[in-house]
């Protein structure tokens, strides 16, 4: 299970490279059902193999010029605000046996994953849904941006995912800027969001295994470059359909796993 979950890494940054989106929700189900770890570790875990991915990305975009700052800054201050209250008060107040339904514990761990599963339905929609980029360059509107950072930072805290399929939309219609700068501004976002929550949890004493961390990432950054590369030659918009498809048999597989364990 383990090589398969080296193999299925390369698409975290094959995803993120060609759509700026969408593989950090792969993340965590890679790293619960192919690497055996437990959902809340998982999530941190994924706050690393995100960030560094989409850092690397960001990189890329930033010599390419499609990084606007002034649009990340207002959108990743609050996100990085509700992220941080979220790892530090929010997921450490939640027990580890919720309460029962039936014979079936609800667990902490479980609820992580039964979240997740309906981030990813809710992802999978958004990818299949057609989406226009906005033929008029718009005004940023900056509350509607901050507003959505508040909701991202969320996700990302409790989920370890970077909400890329939100963030892009996001920077499209609420700052007026081009695909392109929407997917180097959502990657530069997300590493900064993944980097500072995975440092909390660092440091607050988070058992941490970074062999498989750093060889998980060193795989994911491989594909990242491959989807980058790709990107030139290929149109993401026109490949987001079919990889929401593939998001949304992933949440229902977890649905299904989790609520019949």
Known sequence: MEILGYLASVLIGIS??????GGS???VPILVYLFGIGAEHATSYSLFIVGITAMTGAYRHYKLGNLEIKSGLAFGLPSVLSLLLV???MLPAIPEVIGTIGSTAITKNMLIMLVFALLMLAASIAMIKPSDEPTETQKPQRNKL???GLL???ITGFLGAGGGFLIIPALLFFAGIPMKQAIGTSLLIISINSAIGFAGDALGGAPIDYTLLLTISAI?????LIGTQLSKKINGAQLKPAFGWFVLLMGVYI???ELSA
């Open 16 to 21: 993120l490279g060609l759509i700026g989106g």
């Open 152 to 154: 991202i930072g969320f």
């Open 255 to 257: 649905l299904v796993k």
């Open 87 to 89: 790892r530090k008060l």
């Open 146 to 148: 901050a507003l959505i």
């Open 25 to 27: 929700i792969l993340t």
């Open 220 to 224: 994911a950054i491989v594909g990242m």
